[in-house]
C-alpha cells in the first residue's frame, strides 16, 4: 500500500488549497481514508476521514469541528484512486504537515491517528496572516 500526498504550498489567509493524495497497492474498498495535520510542536490532529467508498459525493463523511464547513473531501470522478482535501477560508491555524492515511477495516473509530497502518509522506501549508 502506497500513499503520497501532493498540493502544499504557501496561501494568505482567507484563500484556498486543494490536496491530492494518490493511492496505490490495494482496491482499498475495505479501507477508511483520512487526512492528518501536524503542526510544529504539536501532535499530530485528525481533520476528515471516511471509508474509501463513502468518498463519493453525498457518502458519510467526517471532519473535525474545527474545519467543518471550510473542508471538504472528495474522490476524483475519473481516478477513482485519487482523493482530495479541499481546503477553503485558510487560516493561520490551519499550517502545519497534511497527510493522508489508510487503515482496515473501515468501520469504527477514525480520529485515532494510532490506527492506521499506512501513511503518505506528508504536505506542507503554511498560511501567512
Known amino acids: 500500500v502506497q500513499l503520497q500526498a501532493s498540493g502544499g504550498g504557501l496561501v494568505q489567509a482567507g484563500n484556498s488549497l486543494r490536496l491530492s493524495c494518490a493511492l496505490s497497492g490495494r482496491t482499498f474498498v475495505t479501507y477508511a481514508i483520512a487526512w492528518f495535520r501536524q503542526a510544529p510542536g504539536k501532535e499530530r490532529e485528525f481533520v476528515a476521514a471516511g471509508g474509501y467508498s463513502e468518498w463519493s459525493v453525498g457518502g458519510v463523511l467526517y471532519y473535525a469541528d474545527s474545519v467543518k464547513g471550510r473542508f471538504t473531501v472528495s474522490r476524483d470522478k475519473v481516478d477513482k484512486f485519487l482523493v482530495y482535501l479541499q481546503m477553503n477560508s485558510l487560516q493561520a491555524e490551519d499550517t502545519g504537515v497534511y497527510y493522508c492515511?489508510?487503515?482496515?477495516?473501515?468501520?469504527?473509530?477514525?480520529?485515532?491517528?494510532?490506527?492506521?497502518?499506512?501513511w503518505g509522506q506528508g504536505t506542507q501549508v503554511t498560511v501567512s496572516s
Open positions: 492515511a489508510a487503515k482496515s477495516p473501515a468501520a469504527g473509530e477514525k480520529r485515532n491517528p494510532e490506527l492506521y497502518d499506512y
